[in-house]
């Protein structure tokens, strides 16, 4: 796989039906390596390692409906309160961050509120917080710190 603009982890990896999976500590599942996955693990680690998350307030790959459609995020990091802290955005490394990144997250953004955004392909990744009087994003060098 390629190598990604994050800190180099440790991943734990199997073979399974001739294809490649990387264990997901947050599913407690092994699941399919395809290129948007090694960006999804690389960001949980991220969030882990580095921004200190608790294991127990990230959710990943989960349903949501939006506009009457069945759509799924990627990441969600939660408040203890369980309000939505951080919502992220995954895409391959070959896959552009465009407009239409931005847009596909602030539509999932209508539902769930959250009051951090994070758009990624591994090697471009932009964060902002929402300012929802104004309706707008205001972008940051980096994810917030953890605080409880």
């Avoid at 490394?93 to 591994?122: C, H, W």
């Amino acid at each position: 796989m390629q190598n990604l603009n994050f800190s180099s982890y440790t991943f734990r990896f199997k073979n399974s039906e001739n294809k490649v999976a990387i264990f997901d500590e947050i599913r407690k599942k092994f699941v399919v390596l395809t290129p948007e996955e090694w960006v999804r693990q690389h960001v949980v680690q991220y969030l882990l390692l580095e921004k200190k998350y608790p294991k127990s307030l990230i959710n990943v790959e989960k349903l949501v409906k939006v506009n009457g459609l069945n759509k799924r995020y990627d990441i969600v990091v939660f408040r203890p309160n369980g309000e939505i802290f951080l919502l992220i955005e995954c895409k391959a490394p070959e896959v552009a961050i465009s407009q239409q990144t931005f847009d596909q997250i602030a539509r999932y953004n209508l539902k769930l509120n959250a009051q951090y955004l994070m758009v990624t392909n591994g090697l471009n990744h932009y964060f902002c917080q929402m300012d929802f009087e104004n309706e707008k994003y205001v972008f940051l060098k980096e994810a917030p710190e953890y605080r409880k």
